[in-house]
């Protein structure tokens, strides 16, 4: 992870669901042989990291317990590790998952409660010694979406990820395996989200850490373009917003579409002049 840190094109995670119920691709790889087969097709299209996940935090998804989460992504992540050294991260609240997530071979802890979840979570992710990724999220999965409210969503954001950015030094996280990011779609009107967007480069500056932007698929693109529309027509807003991301300080972009996302931002970098 160290380009995080460092100039040139943003590292690009490709999106690895091993849950039934996901917004997008819920039960398409709930097989541990379809997920590792897609898998390799991510790391063919030029994914330069897997994030894995066995618990959907859709709008309104129900909690997993741990033992069913693990028995989703364990397989799958030591299979990938087997076949290839790409970085993998593991999308989990929960200490447990993420440790068993490691020992079978993850490199990287992505939390989208920001190490709030459990007690345990700072200490835990201190003794893991890996990279962690902290999320904004108001509420939870199942109720975030109600009736989301701020009174200043880029400075509420921006106090809330530098506070559990210190909680994860305080318990012994070192500064730079830390990355942040302003959930896109984690308890946020579509206003809110384009606010945030729009101040990518001053929440990078009010925290002091390496940005993830994840804005892939999501239900703000449809609402700008056609609530009526297919919901899974979202590639054009997706490849939009990750270049938006990228040209304003994003270092890491969490997309399901990897091919088109790395092809989008190749072409970016050479008109703009970076390659």
Same mark, same amino acid.
């Given at each position: 992870?160290?380009?995080?840190?460092?100039?040139?094109?943003?590292?690009?995670?490709?999106?690895?669901?091993?849950?039934?119920?996901?917004?997008?691709?819920? /039960? !398409? %790889?709930?097989? +541990?042989?379809?997920? @590792? $087969?897609? #898998?390799?097709?991510?790391?063919? &299209?030029?994914?330069? *990291?897997?994030?894995?996940?066995?618990?959907?935090?859709?709008?309104?998804?129900?909690?997993?317990?741990?033992?069913?989460?693990?028995?989703?992504?364990?397989?799958?992540?030591?299979?990938?590790?087997?076949?290839?050294?790409?970085?993998?991260?593991?999308?989990?609240?929960?200490?447990?998952?993420?440790?068993?997530?490691?020992?079978?071979?993850?490199?990287?802890?992505?939390?989208?409660?920001?190490?709030?979840?459990?007690?345990?979570?700072?200490?835990?992710?201190?003794?893991?010694?890996?990279?962690?990724?902290?999320?904004?999220?108001?509420?939870?999965?199942?109720?975030?979406?109600?009736?989301?409210?701020?009174?200043?969503?880029?400075?509420?954001? /921006? !106090? %809330?990820?530098? +506070?559990?950015?210190? @909680? $994860?030094? #305080?318990?012994?996280?070192?500064? &730079?395996?830390?990355? *942040?990011?302003?959930?896109?779609?984690?308890?946020?009107?579509?206003?809110?989200?384009?606010?945030?967007?729009?101040?990518?480069?001053?929440?990078?500056?009010?925290?002091?850490?390496?940005?993830?932007?994840?804005?892939?698929?999501?239900?703000?693109?449809?609402?700008?373009?056609?609530?009526?529309?297919?919901?899974?027509?979202?590639?054009?807003?997706?490849?939009?917003?990750?270049?938006?991301?990228?040209?304003?300080?994003?270092?890491?972009?969490?997309?399901?579409?990897?091919?088109?996302?790395?092809?989008?931002?190749?072409?970016?970098?050479?008109?703009?002049?970076?390659?």
């Amino acid at each position: 992870m160290r380009r995080v840190h460092g100039g040139g094109a943003p590292l690009v995670m490709g999106v690895l669901n091993v849950t039934p119920d996901s917004f997008s691709d819920g /039960g !398409r %790889f709930v097989r +541990a042989a379809d997920a @590792v $087969a897609h #898998a390799r097709t991510l790391i063919d &299209d030029g994914a330069d *990291v897997l994030d894995v996940g066995g618990e959907s935090t859709r709008p309104g998804a129900e909690a997993v317990a741990a033992d069913v989460e693990i028995a989703r992504v364990r397989p799958v992540i030591e299979a990938v590790r087997a076949a290839s050294d790409v970085p993998i991260s593991v999308d989990t609240m929960k200490p447990s998952v993420a440790c068993a997530a490691i020992d079978a071979g993850a490199d990287i802890w992505n939390d989208v409660s920001a190490l709030r979840h459990d007690p345990e979570s700072p200490r835990v992710a201190s003794t893991l010694g890996c990279p962690v990724v902290l999320t904004h999220m108001q509420g939870l999965p199942k109720t975030m979406q109600a009736q989301p409210r701020y009174d200043d969503v880029v400075v509420e954001v /921006g !106090r %809330f990820l530098k +506070a559990r950015a210190d @909680v $994860a030094r #305080a318990a012994g996280v070192a500064r &730079d395996a830390i990355l *942040v990011d302003p959930g896109v779609g984690f308890g946020k009107t579509l206003d809110h989200n384009l606010e945030l967007m729009r101040a990518l480069p001053a929440l990078a500056k009010a925290v002091g850490k390496p940005l993830l932007f994840g804005a892939s698929r999501k239900r703000f693109i449809q609402a700008i373009d056609d609530p009526a529309r297919d919901e899974t027509d979202r590639l054009g807003g997706s490849l939009a917003a990750a270049l938006w991301a990228a040209a304003h300080g994003a270092r890491v972009l969490r997309v399901h579409d990897v091919r088109e996302t790395v092809q989008a931002l190749a072409v970016w970098r050479r008109i703009d002049g970076r390659e």
